[in-house]
């Protein structure tokens, strides 16, 4: 069973957030070289994808689907948006900026193109450096949690009771809060409205 139902599943969360993490039909890890690319490695770490082009990465890593790269998006794919890269100062990532904007930026005007992209690869026969910042995580805690910690330890077997490792515990404590807040933000709902019923004479002021 996977995490998206045994552990969603136990909290009782809604059917959106369990469509949102089901990643079950996604292929395992590529085994890589070690003196691959970071593009392969990233690739196949984050997105088990072994065959890919310049156009298919900057697809799928253009993240609004806007046919550019700003600066948000080329930092988020080397992982600097993610919790893992947290305690890197803003003048490192302001200069990974630069430099992946000096490499591929040929016409300077603050974005990367596709066009710009594939030449860089494909023309140039060029790749994206390794900036030291991992192998770039940038999905969502559902998805990052069954990538790198349930296909590595766990398999389709695990019942709710074997997950004890500290990072199940971290991440059934991550659901406990989410169905907290939903709770939470419920009640809210129902207060307004029963509140909104009330005759104004009657209603708190300030």
Known sequence: MRPSTVILAAFGLTGSAIAHGDHSSRSQKPIVGDNASWMVKHMAEEH?????????????????????????????????????NKDVPQSRKDEILRDILGLIDYDRNGVITKDEFVRFIDVEGKALPDMGTG???????????????????????????????????????????????EERLAQMDKIAIIEENIPAKFRRSG
């Open 48 to 84: 088990h994808v072994e065959n890919f082009d310049a156009a298919s990465f900057f697809a799928l890593h253009d993240f609004d689907a806007d046919g550019t790269w700003e600066g948000l998006e080329i930092l988020r794919t080397y992982g600097l948006m993610d919790d893992s």
């Open 135 to 181: 192998p770039g995580h940038h999905g969502d805690a559902e998805y990052e949690y069954e990538i790198h910690h349930w296909e590595k330890y766990h398999d389709d077997n695990t019942k709710l009771e074997d997950l004890t490792h500290p990072e199940d515990i971290e991440h059934f404590k991550k659901h406990e809060e989410m169905e907290l807040e």
